[in-house]
């Protein structure tokens, strides 16, 4: 005779059940035949001779059932069938073979069935979808790679290497004509004027000695403005700065040829560069002139 | 009462540090003084018998104190060498033998047999025809995709803007589930030349996916170091949308040339010299550190370059032949950890 009553009595709330789990509100079974996975008197596999459940196995959903008269034989005592995999039809099935079953079964396991069947397209579902995967890391590894990086880090002296390589890149020409100094050529270009010069200004000299004692004439500006005893300082101000600015103006003209002569290749776009060429000082005489003015003769008006 | 002394197993190393102690006391009497007895005193001070060893001496202090001592005297004595070869390099003057050149890592690499020589035709004629040919015969513009893995975080979002603000014809879209199977034919019918996808974990970019669009290859990186635009100290201005220079350094392998071929094909080819921006991949001992900065050139001998723009570095984890495919793709190099990483002098980039 089978005595649940008795066996739920002691398992139930009395004495040790080693499938029950306890929390603060609710025990569940851990029992895998348990239907709805709670302790209690109705869903307890031990405690009920007659039972069903529901369980999937790979993928596919099997009807246990427990009945007493098998209770004496435990290696037969769960008949398993195998349901269908549509859901409708297995739903049938569940009914068919839990036909004259009290409802409460009937119920419970449909109901975990549908459970069973809703995790299972989950499953699949996801399985398509990219799945993350976890890679481990080890410590030491990243901690070497971490210091290996820092050590790396140092001695590529980035900045270093960056302004080199933009500089090469100006040398080379790559920028064209955006940056107004091209020294580098310019200053090749003025050493090989240079050297031009210096082989023409010998010759020259020869030639010029060879003219001077021919007699010839020559006609030297003079740099330094000549001082009068005008009275008129604003006048000998703006005459000095005329002066100047002529002076200048005509060494610059002519410094300026001398810089297009001297580089045809380089095109000098406004200003000048700082390291001009060096101005060479002519030489010349200092000569003072005394005027005497007489004061102009004041008319008195009648 | 007479007491006898109890004998001490301890005892001569006790008198051996005295000794060495009151040397110490003695010394700064006896400087003023002399300072050549001051010396042989204490190499007489340090000559022990030769079964002594540091390691005998039980007492931790006394111990510690007589290995500081030791290496005090060691240091000197190297100061004494260095100062002596010096003396002698400055005697000989010009006819001295040129300075030794200090051995680096870089020095002592273990030499590739894939580095690439600038002359080598096969290379050239390799590099003619491979998947980038197109880009550097000037046919296609690039065109990159940026997005990241599901659910990026704040570093991440913020970390792709700024780097399409940095790479010109650049997008950025979010991710939103979708799988990178069916991404990448998307892009390629609307004539995006590059995928980069941006890894995710804990909140902070550490994987890149590059992926070279028609049919290119893919390149998996893992991204360290990242700093934002405003983590940046004394940064300049945001960049501008001119399309800034790329500078490679020291790709020097045929590995290193494809992947430096595979950076150089993000950017537009013709690079607006008035925008003055530069990028750099700059690969040193397999780690490529990527800036970017705004240089100014102040003259012919000198440039002055501000940092702009994130910089984070990539070390390379796989080279994948072929559109992005983890399990089917046939893998052109793969970083064993084991197998590579065990020297200390070899590298592949």
């Known amino acids: 005779m089978q005595h649940d009553d008795v ?175 091209p020294i580098h050529a310019f200053d090749k270009a003025l050493e090989k004027q240079d050297e031009e010069s210096e082989s023409e200004a010998e010759e020259e000299d020869d030639e010029e000695g060879e003219d001077e004692d021919k007699g010839r004439r020559e006609f030297v500006a003079d740099d330094e403005i000549e001082e009068s005893d005008l009275s008129d300082f604003e006048d000998m101000n703006n005459l000095k700065v005329s002066d100047e600015e002529e002076g200048d103006s005509s060494e610059e003209e002519e410094e300026t040829e001398e810089e297009m002569e001297g580089s045809p290749g380089a095109k000098s776009k406004g200003k000048t560069p700082l390291k001009g060429p060096v101005r060479k000082k002519r030489p010349y005489v200092e000569i003072e002139y005394e005027q005497e003015t007489e004061p102009a003769p004041k008319s008195k008006a009648s | 009462m007479d007491f006898i002394g109890v004998p001490v197993s301890e005892d001569t190393t006790n008198t051996k540090n005295k000794v060495k102690k009151t040397m110490k006391r003695q010394k700064p009497f006896q400087e003023p003084v002399d300072n050549g007895s001051v010396e042989e005193s204490e190499s007489a001070g340090s000559s022990f018998p030769p079964t002594f060893s540091l390691s005998t001496i039980k007492n931790k202090q006394r111990r510690h104190l007589m290995f500081m001592k030791l290496k005090q005297e060691k240091r000197k004595q190297k100061l004494e060498l260095r100062k002596k070869r010096k003396k002698e390099r400055d005697a000989l003057g010009d006819k001295a033998p040129p300075k030794d050149v200090p051995k680096t890592i870089e020095n002592q690499r273990v030499y590739d047999e894939t580095t690439v020589d600038p002359e080598d035709e096969e290379v050239a004629f390799d590099e003619g025809t491979d998947e980038f040919s197109a880009y550097f015969n000037k046919l296609t513009n690039p065109k990159v995709l940026i997005t990241t893995s599901d659910r990026p975080r704040g570093r991440t979002v913020r970390f792709c803007e700024q780097l399409a603000t940095v790479i010109p014809n650049a997008h950025v879209y979010y991710r939103r589930g979708l799988a990178l199977k069916r991404i990448i034919p998307q892009c390629v019918s609307r004539n995006f030349t590059y995928l980069m996808v941006i890894n995710e974990d804990r909140k902070v970019p550490n994987g890149m996916v590059l992926c070279h669009l028609p049919d290119g290859p893919t390149a998996h990186f893992k991204v360290s170091s990242v700093r934002l635009r405003k983590e940046m100290k004394r940064r300049g201005k945001d960049p501008t949308e001119h399309h800034p220079e790329v500078i490679l350094n020291n790709f020097s392998t045929r ?95």
């Open chain 1, 7 to 181: 066996i739920w009595d002691l398992i139930g709330s009395k004495q040790f059940c080693s499938y029950k789990v306890k929390t603060k509100t609710k025990n569940f079974c851990r029992n895998e035949y348990n239907t709805t996975g709670l302790c209690n008197r109705q869903s307890c596999p031990l405690a009920n001779s007659q039972y069903a459940t529901v369980r999937e196995e790979k993928g596919r959903c099997y009807l246990y059932m427990k009945v007493i008269e098998r209770a004496a034989f435990p290696a037969r005592m769960w008949e398993k069938v195998k349901l269908s995999e549509c859901y409708e039809r297995a739903l049938q099935e569940i009914d068919e073979n839990l036909i004259y079953w009290p409802r409460y079964y009937r119920h419970k396991c449909k109901q975990r069935f549908t459970k069973i069947t809703q995790y299972l397209i989950r499953i699949r579902k996801l399985t398509l979808k990219r799945q993350r995967k976890l890679v481990p890391l080890s410590r030491k590894v990243e901690r070497r790679e971490k210091r290996r990086e820092e050590k790396a880090l140092i001695a590529a002296q980035l900045d270093n290497a960056i302004e080199k390589e933009l500089l090469e890149r100006l040398k080379q020409g790559t920028y064209g004509d955006i940056y107004n100094f």
């Open chain 2, 255 to 349: 590995l290193g040339h494809s992947i430096g071929r595979m950076f150089a094909a993000l950017f537009p080819h013709d690079p607006h010299f008035v925008g003055r921006q530069v990028a750099t991949f700059h690969n040193q001992r397999d780690f490529i550190f990527f800036r970017f900065h705004r240089y100014i050139f102040k003259n012919e001998k000198r440039v002055g370059i501000q940092e702009l723009g994130p910089r984070f570095t990539l070390k390379l984890r796989s080279l994948q032949k072929g559109t992005f495919d983890s399990k089917f793709g046939e893998y052109e190099w793969v970083h064993k950890r084991h197998e590579m990483d065990s020297s200390r002098r070899k590298f592949h980039l």
